[in-house]
């Protein structure tokens, strides 16, 4: 048998026409014509102001908190459980990641946790739309309002979901974006930061760029700062997917659909959660599974991968991995986030790869199922 993949593009022959003209016609005075129509698309898509291609989402969370005015002695709250990129920027700039617990139905940021951990130092909060799905926006902007803190939305995982009508990523100061090999929109690697704050969005362009201003010919600059750019290749290829991106959505929302019908009423399975004031995009397919089944997400992980299914870890708490796990921060949050301790061991990433078809769907689902059924039997699994 094939082994199933667990993330992957769909790319089409207007990716490779449009990449093709790039980096044919992309230079001399046409050097930068693919990144002024991919941000000019994106920020119509989101119906923001401003966008700005960067070579990765981490980068634009880097320049979210500097242009925000993060730094040493200010605190950030971040969920517990996502990515270590959500949170690593949070430590570039010299502030203090502070992690806060996930909301037991979505995953992403609980607003109530966000609260409990508010202090004088806190300064901005990164919401994680994560998987796709949605925080509780008004909850958390209620919460930021009232403490005057700044919001950058990590919407990396999120292009195309939506709460009560409005577009992941337009919410807050700042939103940012992930255009790696393994998201649904991709440029290979990329991403991409958005904005109504025109000032903001002024300070990150002179950030990007060595700290110069944009369109300067006189090689002059005013400080030191980062060099974040993406090449015409991958803007070529991330404008040709973002005038995909309906059918790309859909066809993550068909794999979801196809695993739930499978999934569906089997005891013990937790899928993602279809918030109803949300629009998700089922980015990866997900599954929590009963600790009663005793096996953790390494070991489920083990077995699906002997069986030619590959599949990815739920993203262990930030407070539990070495990078962050001896900070007074990470001692704090091992006592107080119950709900990532208590999901994200048990908890897998199934194939969720544009390239799933019906077939694969059911081969992972009858695999998954077999090994449940091993597993409650106390059959040994192997
Ligand atoms: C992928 C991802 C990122 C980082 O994206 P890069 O483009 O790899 O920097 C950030 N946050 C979350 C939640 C992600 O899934």
């Known amino acids: 048998m094939e082994r199933i ?6 790319i089409t022959q207007k990716e490779i026409d449009y990449v093709t003209d790039a980096v044919t016609n992309g230079w001399y005075g046409n050097a930068n014509v693919y990144h002024e129509r991919f941000e000019r698309a994106f920020a119509g898509y989101l119906g923001v102001r401003h966008a700005m291609a960067l070579p990765s989402c981490t980068s634009g969370i880097h320049l979210a908190l500097l242009a925000l005015g993060v730094g040493p002695g200010d605190e950030v709250i971040v969920p517990d459980a996502t990515w270590i990129a959500s949170a690593a ?15 037991e139905r979505t995953w992403c940021l609980s607003a109530e946790s966000f609260e409990a951990c508010v202090t004088p130092k806190t300064k901005a909060v990164i919401p994680v739309a994560l998987y796709g799905n949605m925080p509780d926006m008004d909850a958390i902007e ?19 979901s939506e709460y009560k009508g409005k577009k992941a990523g337009s919410f807050g100061d ?4 992930s255009f790696h090999g393994s998201k649904t929109l991709t440029t290979g690697e ?30 002059f600059n005013h400080e030191v700062a980062y060099k974040y750019k993406m090449t015409s290749m991958q803007a070529a290829l991330g404008l040709a997917q973002l005038e995909r991106i309906e059918e790309l959505l859909e066809q993550k929302r068909r794999i979801f659909s196809l695993y739930q019908k499978e999934l569906n009423g089997v005891e013990g399975v937790t899928l993602n959660y279809g918030t109803p004031d949300a629009k998700n995009v089922y980015w990866m397919v ?14 489920l992980m083990e077995i699906m991968s002997e069986r030619n299914i590959d599949c990815r870890p739920f993203f262990h708490p930030l407070s539990s991995i070495p990078a962050y796990r001896d900070t007074e921060q990470a001692r704090l949050a091992r006592a107080r986030n119950q709900v990532s301790y208590r999901l994200t061991p048990y908890g897998l990433n199934l194939p ?26 106390g059959s040994q699994v192997s």
């Open 142 to 160: 209620d919460v930021a309002r009232q403490h005057g803190i700044v919001i950058v939305e990590d919407a990396a995982e999120a292009i195309g």
């Open 89 to 103: 920027p949070i430590t570039y700039v010299g502030a203090t990641p502070v992690f806060a617990d996930i909301d």
């Open 190 to 219: 990329g991403g991409m930061l958005v904005t109504d704050a025109t000032k903001l969005f002024e300070r990150a362009q002179f950030l990007r760029d060595h700290g110069r201003k944009p369109g300067d010919k006189m090689f």
């Open 5 to 10: 993949p667990v993330a992957g593009p769909w």
């Open 174 to 177: 700042a939103g940012v974006f």
């Open 286 to 299: 997900t599954v929590v599974l009963d600790p009663k089944f005793n096996l953790s997400k390494e070991r």
């Open 352 to 377: 969720s790869a544009l390239s799933m078809t019906k077939e694969k769907v059911g081969i992972v689902c009858t695999t998954l199922k077999d090994i449940l059924r091993e597993s409650a039997s």
